[in-house]
């Protein structure tokens, strides 16, 4: 009998790891037959049109998610710099005849956009054709949309024309009903991340630098859309400033669009442009299939220098979701890999971050320096780089921004909380302590810090800022005494922040690569990217993790990408309790 029970249970495991195996190597079948499947419509025909569609967000780094569904696809999205250098082979490529711009929303930041709109300008220099259309055309949108030969809207749609405005949302009405005391230490007067929980509105120093860097950015759209429309800025602020476009033929009539058309319509001009019949099927290729033609990013085949690309995206964290954040656990490992690696020449390293942990600010800001003693580092800024992003960026060789980066912010903050009076008079719940020292329990959430406890904390958010401070005069050769004048927390534009030297050229992620090439002294270079893509298994694997990037993406779906910023504040709220902070003073939300 003994025997029979050792068979069967031996035959019973064995099954069960058979059945695992199978349905494992099932699973990499399927999604290799998919991938079969997705690059058998790889073929892009003769008279096709590249088609940009602003609705969806572009992030900085190319992805491939594996969707494991039943299926088994795989969904590319292409980064900025991907879709830069797409647009740029699309020039010289004799399938692609236009470009055609789905202008109806632009998911995209003001630095993303203007890359973008760059990118667009630098094509039509081929005398490819570019249009643009939207039902209605948001002010993002148009931005880029302005960039085109003709723009079109629907004839009952038009175009959203009224000036930029940001908004905050103040959470200390809230707290006061809950009486939940916020307990906050900054330094810099301009570091206004806890404003949200302390005030009820905008301190004056925060509405100074607010004002000042959204008129930049203002400006910056004004002069770009002037040039490509001819209409002057003086006329496009006047426009604005009298709501003077309130419908679709108001923006025709003040040469904002060239036409008024339905989506047919628009389908008979870009067949009228490609030379085809009215029966003709129109090939009008996605950005994501015309990523599978690598060609656009091969390196040259004499390529003498190799370039690490080394992206950071995110809010800054010791440990977390690598897809949605900036781990300085994971990008020591990086950063240390691209040092290490003797056969690469220098870096790029590519910055949107608006900060976070100001521990882990500090631990990339390390690998950075040590890089810098064996390779040159440039830093290339998206539409944040601002606080801890600044920090990470600051020990550079060579600091490049574009002119509506978000940047500087160069500040400290620590928040915690006292709920006692939220627990006794809301909830009826009393707490009571026993402890082997006077501040054993420093930091509890169910009492306020007295005197002595809030002095340490102050003094303890001021070393960090000095710090901070150092390691930005280090950087920038400043002194220390300089570097305060200018940080205090404020934020700058990119266009100031090349003005009083805390960057070192206005340009793009291209202009920045361009640069490193040149301190090389080559043309002919591979570029290497970093953090490599995620392998099936691992993104497999995945799937049982707690997944904060999905959790976002179904909030976002489900309540709205400007609500969502909502949940991701409060949620971001419970992440920076106790732990000192070099972050932006909020999510900007500009409209």
Known sequence: ????????????????????????????????????????????????????????????????????????????????????????????????????????????????????REAISDFKSSKKFVIAYAPTITQKAYYIASAADKIYTHPEGGLDWRGLSTQVMF???????????????????????????????????????????????????????????KIDTATLRSLADNFSIQTAEDALKHKMVHGLKYSDEIQTELRRLLGKKE????????????????????????????????????????????????TSEEYIKQLRKVRLDDKIDAVVFRVNSPGGSALASDEIWREVE????????????????????????????????????????????????????????????????????????????????NDTEKRYFQSFVDTIYHTFKSRVAQGRSKS???VDSLAQGRVW?????????????????????????????????????????????SQFASMFEDNDDLQTRWISKTFGAENAAIFKNIYSFRQMMHSPQALMPYTFDIR
């Open 1 to 116: 009998m003994n025997n029979f029970f050792k068979v069967f249970f031996a035959s019973l495991l064995a099954l069960i790891v058979f059945s695992f195996i199978s349905f494992f190597v099932m699973i990499i079948m399927m999604a290799a037959f998919s991938s079969m499947a997705t690059n058998s419509d790889k073929k892009i025909s003769a008279n096709s049109v590249l088609m940009l569609d602003l609705n969806n967000p572009i992030a900085e780094q190319s992805k491939e998610d594996f969707n494991f569904g039943t299926n088994f696809s795989t969904t590319k999205t292409s980064g900025l710099y991907d879709v830069v250098r797409m647009i740029a082979h699309a020039k010289t490529d004799d399938r692609i005849k236009g470009i055609y711009i789905k202008a109806e929303n632009n998911a995209n930041g003001f630095a993303t956009s203007r890359e973008l």
């Open 171 to 229: 959470f200390k009405g809230t707290l006061d009903k809950l009486e939940v005391e916020p307990q906050i230490f900054f330094a810099g007067k301009y570091k206004s991340a806890t404003e949200p929980f302390r005030v009820t509105k905008m301190t004056e120093p925060n509405r100074v630098q607010t004002a000042a860097w959204l008129n930049d950015l203002y400006d910056v759209m004004l002069q770009d859309i002037a040039k490509t429309t």
């Open 279 to 326: 029966t003709d099927d129109l090939s009008l290729v996605s950005v994501e299939k015309y990523s599978k033609d690598k060609s656009y990013k091969k390196a040259p085949a004499n390529a003498d220098k190799k370039i690490a690309l080394v992206y950071a995206e995110g809010q800054i964290m010791q440990t977390g979701d690598t897809k949605s954040m900036i």
């Open 370 to 449: 040590l890089i810098k003693k064996k390779k040159p580092v440039v830093v290339s800024m998206g539409d944040v780089a601002a606080s801890g992003g600044y920090y990470i960026s600051c020990g550079a060789n060579r600091i490049f921004a574009d002119p509506n980066t978000i940047t500087g912010s160069i500040g400290v903050f620590a928040m915690t909380g006292n709920a006692e009076n939220f627990f006794k008079n809301k909830l009826g719940i009393t707490f009571d302590t026993v402890k082997t020292s006077r501040y054993a329990d420093f930091g509890n959430f169910t009492r306020a810090m």
């Open 480 to 482: 220390i005494d300089m």
């Open 493 to 537: 534009s990119g266009l100031d922040a090349k003005s009083i030297g805390l960057v070192d050229e206005v340009g793009s992620l291209k202009d920045a690569i361009n640069y490193t090439a040149e301190l090389l002294k080559t043309s002919k270079y591979e570029l290497k990217e970093y953090p490599k893509e995620k392998s099936f298994l």
